[in-house]
């Protein structure tokens, strides 16, 4: 990629429980550059994957996304977001429960802010969820890299019952519902 498609990338940071999950669904698709693990929306500085499993640094496990909205938009990244976590559930996933578990949308725009509102009232008033959305939608705060044993978790440990029980069926779903969007490799 030359210095002006770069130029071109725009970044999505989102938060939809554990970023594991997160990492392996945006990772398959076109037009998504980098994923990164990590930690935003709390209060301390430079935190630890052992400080933020406690739930009092406020920070959320999240995603940062590197993407070129010229093969896949923003609007796109949300859509598949709310498909594979459950946005009905405050503060828990599946097994993991806390506030650094939050369903959340951390935007760097005005435009991202708008797009996520306009994304959360299409899906209440077409009623696709039986319970009320809670994902937050927030500015985005400084966003810090989790630990190295975190990235690219789930390509590297497949075969991790966590992996098998919990991250499969999410991709399942992102093969099964949006394969249009899909790299053609990984």
């Known amino acids: 990629m030359d210095e002006k498609e770069k ?18 669904v945006f990772q398959r698709l076109d037009g998504v550059e980098k994923v990164t693990s990590g930690f935003t929306g709390g209060t301390i500085k430079n935190p630890a994957y ?3 499993i406690t739930g009092r640094t406020g920070h959320a ?8 909205p010229s093969i896949i938009n923003y609007r796109d990244l949300l859509l598949i977001f709310f498909s594979t976590h459950d946005p009905t559930s405050l503060n828990r996933q599946q097994n993991d429960v806390g506030t650094q578990y939050r369903s959340a949308i ?10 996520a ?17 809670v994902t937050e939608v927030t500015p ?10 975190h ?28 394969s249009d969007k899909l790299k053609q490799k990984l």
């Open 7 to 24: 130029q071109k990338l725009e970044k999505a940071t989102l938060a939809g429980g554990c970023f594991w999950c997160t990492e392996a």
């Open 50 to 52: 052992r400080e933020i």
């Open 61 to 68: 496990e999240a995603i940062e996304i590197i993407y070129n």
């Open 106 to 115: 951390f935007y760097h725009s005005e435009e991202q802010k708008t797009i």
């Open 117 to 133: 509102e306009e994304v959360i009232q299409q899906l209440a008033k077409e009623k696709v969820y039986d319970k009320p959305i």
């Open 140 to 149: 985005a705060k400084e966003f810090y890299k989790a630990e190295e044993e």
């Open 151 to 178: 990235q690219d978790f789930y390509n590297q440990h497949r075969q991790q019952p966590y992996c098998q029980y919990i991250i499969d069926p999410k991709i399942e779903k992102l093969n099964k519902f949006f």
